[in-house]
């Protein structure tokens, strides 16, 4: 009798505690959203990763609408009802909005709402994944802030983005803008190799996110062929900069003098 005693408390404890942890915490009404919401509820940053890529693959309409409130903390799940929603705030208090119908589902005490917790990579895949979605636009403005944006947030993941985008684009500001975005992402090859002719394609270049890891690589790089490349054209940076300080004093200072009488 004791033994069946404790297997009733034990079927018990599965239903009160173990059942509830698979039951869905997500209902957006889309079996791929759903998964990609519940795996970024969880601490595997990794699996969050694959998380952000699904929706971003998903072809949803809000999909990088969504990815973009993640990102900025705006979107959460409303624990009670499992749907997704906007979230802004009032006091002590948070207005939510459904993220799929804008239905408005009122005020919420913070920990009513789960927030999406992302990690620094995970914030540049999204950045990343942003500025892919600007780089297809027609505007060039646009596509120049996005290409700006992955030159601040170089990695070598963008070679393969930008290659392709690079000998179709037409506009020379932008194109110019994607060279260095692509030697900046080969900067951060692990193939000393590949830095080596990147540290060469840059090497014009006064863009300071440019000349700051320029100036990393001479003092930090494991490879003395880039280490020494890398201090090479640091060098000719810098004389490049005070040239052009040097020409912006001399021209100020001729409209300067041509003011007097």
Do not use: C
């Amino acid at each position: 009798i004791e033994e069946i005693i404790v297997r009733l408390f034990l079927i018990l404890l599965f239903f009160l505690f173990i059942t509830p942890a698979y039951a869905a915490k997500v209902d957006t009404g889309d079996p791929v959203l759903d998964d990609a919401f519940e795996v970024l509820l969880g601490r595997d940053f990794n699996a969050k990763a694959q998380a952000i890529e699904r929706i971003a693959s998903s072809n949803h309409p809000k999909a990088i609408e969504f990815i973009q409130g993640i990102s900025a903390g705006k979107l959460r799940l409303h624990k009670k009802s499992k749907r997704i929603v906007w979230v802004q705030s009032k006091g002590k208090k948070f207005l939510a909005t459904d993220a799929l119908s804008n239905e408005s589902l009122g005020e919420f005490k913070k920990r009513k709402l789960k927030k999406f917790s992302i990690n620094n990579n995970m914030r540049r895949q999204i950045n990343n994944i942003l500025a892919l979605e600007h780089l297809k636009v027609d505007d060039p403005n646009i596509r120049l802030e996005a290409v700006e944006s992955m030159l601040a947030n170089a990695a070598p993941e963008h070679v393969g983005i930008l290659e392709p985008l690079y000998e179709k684009e037409t506009n020379e500001k932008v194109k110019s803008a994607m060279g260095l975005a692509l030697g900046m992402a080969a900067l951060a090859s692990d193939n000393a190799g590949e830095r080596l002719k990147a540290v060469a394609q840059v090497a014009n270049s006064i863009h300071p996110v440019i000349r700051s890891t320029l100036s990393e690589l001479s003092k930090n790089d494991p490879d003395v062929a880039v280490k020494n490349a890398a201090a090479d054209a640091l060098v000719k940076i810098d004389e490049r900069i005070e040239l052009y300080e040097n020409m912006e004093t001399l021209f100020f200072g001729l409209s300067a003098g041509s003011g007097i009488v």
